[in-house]
């Protein structure tokens, strides 16, 4: 008797709908047969990989608990600790499985440890074998010992020991292929031709998030900070207050037109080329000593090694009772008290940075090196220099200056004071004794200059007639000019550029090397 049709209408089914039932029946049995078999050696795997639970990949850590486990930083795993068992996250920067060991480096920030998975007892060789096989720049969790080793390990930070691993799980993996290699990003610059391919500027700032990655870069960055802390420690321990001025403006800071303009409503702004007016200001309102920490804008198209269109400024303004010099002599101290500081506070994060960009170490003298205009003049003269008594100093002149200087008093670090008032923004005070200077200053590290300052016009007609005569519209700075109406002090100080700094004091050849995302007239983004 032939079966009924499935489909209900009592009519026997067809050879042809027999053969496909048929053939789904057994394509069941084959299905079940193999899940049955992937059950059974998956199971045979678990009963052989007996580490299965040691090691593997972590789901997103979704803050869904919290636990009394003890997280020890890579640069804490030191002699002090051997012996002990520690859990570290880090980065995994290289993995190299060879037989039954693999070979791991870890780096957490400026620091770096090797770390050793082998074969034994309680690692099986499938945890063994996922160890190298993670990306490199993800971020692991890793459990261990801390072992002291026979030999130093000269690819690490940490060269007395190792780390011996007993877990490791992957936290957040890296895609496998990265847009550039950190081992090549990490090369001395003077190393050797065939040590391997470096890379460039442009590809490292398209790809900054990696780029700062490197040992080195954490460093520099490390010590920009520490500049920073330094410049704050001293000027606050002067009774210096801390300010913070407004950067989008209603009139050039500098006079120039260098700005960058911008809508503000329903009229134009713009973005400060410095806080001086308002450090000014703050100086009238009896704050007396005051400095800043901020951005500074300029809209100038200088594609060279030391321009950014946006920097960090430094900037410091004090009153004073009888001379500049009191604001000179502040100065002074102040950055001898960074160099100082940087050199002994810091010796780890230069070293670091000085074994990928080697270079003499900065040399300062205690107090520093004053020099007049008419002396650097005649240093330049005396080496063939055509520069007339009222001429700024170019790039190269102010290269040369600095190398003289160098080789006659033996420091990186010096004041040139007295500039022509020719060369100097409105606010500047003119030299009571000679109606083409002023009193006004430069400084200079490894020849190139780091801060500009001067005495500044207290007075509102001389300012007012110096404002004139540089072109500002005195409409646009009314408020600044009215702040010395009602009395103001003698005063002066000085604008710093973070980045220019860093750079010149490691010996570095980019100002964009000192900037986390530099802007400059190509560059926007990151």
Same mark, same amino acid.
């Given at each position: 008797m032939a079966e009924a049709n499935p489909s209900g209408d009592g009519q026997p089914m067809s050879k042809s709908q027999l053969k496909k039932i048929q053939k789904e029946q057994e394509k069941a049995q084959r299905k079940a047969e193999a899940a049955a078999k992937q059950a059974q050696e998956a199971a045979a795997r678990d009963a052989e990989d007996f580490s299965k639970d040691l090691y593997g990949y972590l789901g997103t850590i979704t803050s869904a608990e919290k636990t009394d486990r003890v997280w020890t930083t890579v640069g804490k795993l030191t002699e002090a600790v051997a012996d002990q068992k520690v859990l570290v996250r880090a980065r995994l920067q290289t993995s190299r499985a060879t037989g039954k060991n693999c070979f791991i480096v870890l780096r957490q920030q400026c620091f770096t440890v090797q770390g050793i998975l082998s074969v034994s007892d309680t690692i099986s060789k499938p945890m063994v074998k996922f160890a190298g096989a993670v990306p490199k720049e993800s971020i692991v969790d890793v459990y261990g010992i801390v072992r002291k080793v026979s030999q130093k390990v000269a690819s690490c930070t940490q060269q007395d020991v190792e780390l011996h691993v007993e877990k490791i799980y992957c936290v957040s993996k890296a895609e496998p292929r990265l847009p550039l290699q950190l081992e090549d990003a990490s090369r001395p610059v003077d190393g050797d031709d065939d040590a391997g391919p470096?890379?460039?500027?442009?590809?490292?700032?398209?790809n900054r998030i990696i780029d700062l990655r490197t040992t080195t870069n954490q460093a520099i960055f490390r010590l920009q900070g520490a500049v920073i802390f330094l410049f704050k420690e001293y000027l606050l321990s002067r009774d210096f207050v801390e300010i913070q001025p407004p950067h989008i403006?209603?009139?050039?800071?500098?006079?120039?037109?260098?700005? #960058?303009?911008? @809508?503000? #409503?329903?009229?134009?702004?713009?973005l400060a080329q410095s806080p001086q007016l308002y450090k000014q200001m703050a100086v009238c309102a009896d704050f007396e000593r005051v400095f800043c920490v901020g951005p500074v804008f300029r809209a100038e198209n200088s594609? @060279?090694?030391?321009?950014?269109?946006?920097?960090?400024?430094?900037?410091?303004?004090?009153? #004073?009772?009888?001379?500049y010099h009191e604001v000179l002599d502040v100065i002074g101290n102040m950055f001898i008290n960074i160099f100082k500081g940087l050199q002994t506070r810091f010796a780890s994060e230069i070293a670091t940075v000085q074994r990928q960009y080697p270079c003499e170490p900065f040399q300062f003298l205690e107090p520093s090196l004053r020099l007049e205009w008419p002396e650097g003049l005649a240093m330049l003269r005396e080496n063939g220099v055509d520069i007339d008594d009222e001429d700024d100093l170019s790039?190269?002149?102010?290269? *040369?200056?600095?190398? *003289?200087?160098?080789?006659?008093?033996? @420091?990186?670090?010096?004041? *040139?004071?007295?500039?022509?008032?020719?060369?100097?923004? #409105?606010y500047t005070m003119p030299d009571p004794r000679d109606a083409k200077s002023s009193n006004s200053y430069d400084m200079f590290m490894r020849g190139e200059e780091i801060l500009s300052g001067a005495q500044r016009i207290h007075d509102s007609e001389l300012l007012t007639?110096?404002?004139r005569l540089h072109g500002v519209d005195l409409e646009k700075i009314k408020a600044y000019i009215d702040s010395f109406r009602y009395g103001a002090p003698p005063h002066g100080g000085g604008g710093i550029g973070l980045e220019r700094v860093l750079m010149l004091f490691l010996g570095l050849h980019n100002v964009r090397n000192t900037s986390m995302f530099p802007r400059d007239p190509q560059r926007l983004s990151p």
């Open positions: 470096t890379v460039n500027q442009d590809t490292r700032l398209d403006i209603s009139a050039a800071s500098e006079g120039g037109a260098n700005v #960058f303009e911008v @809508t503000y #409503f329903s009229r134009k702004a713009y594609n @060279t090694h030391r321009h950014l269109t946006e920097f960090v400024g430094l900037d410091l303004e004090m009153a #004073f009772n009888e001379h790039t190269p002149n102010e290269k *040369l200056l600095g190398k *003289l200087v160098k080789a006659k008093y033996g @420091t990186d670090f010096y004041i *040139l004071d007295k500039y022509p008032l020719a060369v100097r923004p #409105f007639e110096r404002a």
